[in-house]
T-cell receptor, first 114, second 113 residues
Framework: GAGVSQSPRYKVTKRGQDVALRCDPISGHVSLYWYRQALGQGPEFLTYFNYEAQQDKSGLPNDRFSAERPEGSISTLTIQRTEQRDSAMYRC????????????FGPGTRLTVT | SQQGEEDPQALSIQEGENATMNCSYKTSINNLQWYRQNSGRGLVHLILIRSNEREKHSGRLRVTLDTSKKSSSLLITASRAADTASYFCATVPGMDSSYKLIFGSGTRLLVRP
């Protein structure tokens, strides 16, 4: 079956612009997770959802970052007033059961802020 | 902040040789996982070892876990050029936050044909 998909795969934006990154989890997966991966580093947890409820947003770096999953399926990670330090790979994962460490990752969105 | 530190940061070997990567972590864990990341692609789960296990095998992969030293190693035997990738360990903390994978900084493996 289809895996986790993310769009766009690549996004170049100018400093100060808002961006929205989309994640489409595996069908039937109830939890969805967002990670950010800087170049040469491992992914770092940002936030996650069980169904439509955001459970933990402790990893969001500041209030320019927000995420939603209004219908418990597709999720959007929004970054407002982007800065160059936001440049990274943004990865999404989903799991079949709630709050699980068995996560399936998507291909990521490479964000470059110029 | 990342919990895991991996060693070496980069490794270059000849095809057919074995590759060993190490991961150290700081706090108690529920389990530890290893992932592979090919250039431009997603993270692929390789193997999971629970905190009460000491060794696990999957094909050409062998993982060990020493909870007293808070360390794990990944051995890839008879390496192939296709094994060229970055390898990450990810720890899962205790039950309160079992969803939060904490990744190391990774080992970049190059297998020369």
């Amino acid at each position: 079956g289809a895996g986790v998909s993310q769009s766009p795969r690549y996004k170049v934006t100018k400093r100060g612009q808002d961006v929205a990154l989309r994640c489409d989890p595996i069908s039937g997966h109830v939890s969805l997770y967002w990670y950010r991966q800087a170049l040469g580093q491992g992914p770092e947890f940002l936030t996650y959802f069980n169904y439509e409820a955001q459970q933990d947003k402790s990893g969001l770096p500041n209030d320019r970052f927000s995420a939603e999953r209004p219908e418990g399926s597709i999720s959007t990670l929004t970054i407002q007033r982007t800065e160059q330090r936001d440049s990274a790979m943004y990865r999404c994962a989903s799991s079949l059961v709630v709050s699980s460490y068995e996560q399936y990752f998507g291909p990521g969105t490479r964000l470059t802020v110029t | 902040s990342q919990q895991g530190e991996e060693d070496p940061q980069a490794l270059s070997i000849q095809e057919g040789e074995n590759a060993t990567m190490n991961c150290s972590y700081k706090t108690s864990i529920n389990n530890l996982q290893w992932y592979r990341q090919n250039s431009g692609r997603g993270l692929v789960h390789l193997i999971l070892i629970r905190s009460n296990e000491r060794e696990k095998h999957s094909g050409r992969l062998r993982v060990t876990l020493d909870t007293s030293k808070k360390s794990s190693s990944l051995l890839i035997t008879a390496s192939r050029a296709a094994d060229t990738a970055s390898y990450f360990c990810a720890t899962v903390p205790g039950m309160d936050s079992s969803y939060k994978l904490i990744f190391g900084s990774g080992t970049r493996l190059l297998v020369r044909p």
